[in-house]
């Protein structure tokens, strides 16, 4: 079981989520929505989940490859549902970036792994309607 604490601690909408080990995250509410924007958005949260999720399988992919990654970053676009109430994620893409000595193949597998089977985080984006995309660049 996960257990994760919310307090507010700035305005009406700033909070700070935090969990058993004491990790934090400060989220808010836009200033168009009364908030201060002292914190990262809810549902940008999503996004960020599966991003670091992901890598984390694609690192672990990769290192059981014998694969040196010298460099990971990526960026990933999201487009919610427009005028609903909840406004879901519809789209999202993400483009991986990968530098080091890898292969190519190696690396197009593990992301694709890591997206279709792996992360928990894009499964539960996909069942809730979401339609992930991503591309992958190695050393570019």
Same mark, same amino acid.
């Given at each position: &079981?996960?257990?994760?604490?919310?307090?507010?601690?700035?305005?009406?909408?700033?909070?700070?989520?935090? +969990? *058993? +080990?004491?990790?934090?995250?400060?989220?808010?509410?836009?200033?168009?929505?009364?908030?201060?924007?002292?914190?990262?958005?809810? &549902?940008?949260?999503?996004? &960020?989940?599966?991003?670091?999720?992901?890598?984390?399988?694609?690192?672990?992919?990769?290192?059981?490859? *014998?694969?040196? $990654?010298?460099?990971?970053? &990526?960026?990933?676009?999201?487009?919610?549902?427009?005028?609903?109430?909840?406004?879901?994620? *519809?789209?999202?893409?993400?483009?991986?970036?990968?530098?080091?000595? $890898?292969?190519?193949?190696?690396?197009?597998?593990?992301?694709?792994?890591?997206?279709?089977?792996?992360?928990?985080?894009?499964?539960?984006?996909?069942?809730?309607?979401? $339609?992930?995309?991503?591309?992958? *660049?190695? +050393?570019?």
């Amino acid at each position: &079981m996960v257990t994760i604490e919310i307090t507010r601690v700035h305005g009406d909408y700033g909070f700070e989520a935090k +969990n *058993k +080990n004491g990790h934090t995250v400060q989220t808010d509410s836009s200033s168009e929505s009364g908030g201060n924007d002292a914190g990262v958005r809810p &549902m940008q949260l999503l996004l &960020m989940g599966l991003g670091s999720c992901s890598a984390i399988d694609i690192v672990s992919i990769l290192k059981k490859q *014998k694969q040196q $990654i010298d460099d990971f970053t &990526m960026h990933i676009e999201g487009e919610r549902e427009e005028n609903k109430t909840p406004s879901l994620w *519809k789209t999202i893409h993400i483009v991986f970036h990968l530098k080091g000595p $890898i292969d190519k193949d190696k690396a197009q597998r593990a992301c694709q792994l890591s997206i279709e089977k792996y992360c928990s985080v894009a499964e539960t984006l996909r069942r809730a309607g979401a $339609i992930i995309t991503w591309q992958l *660049k190695v +050393n570019e």
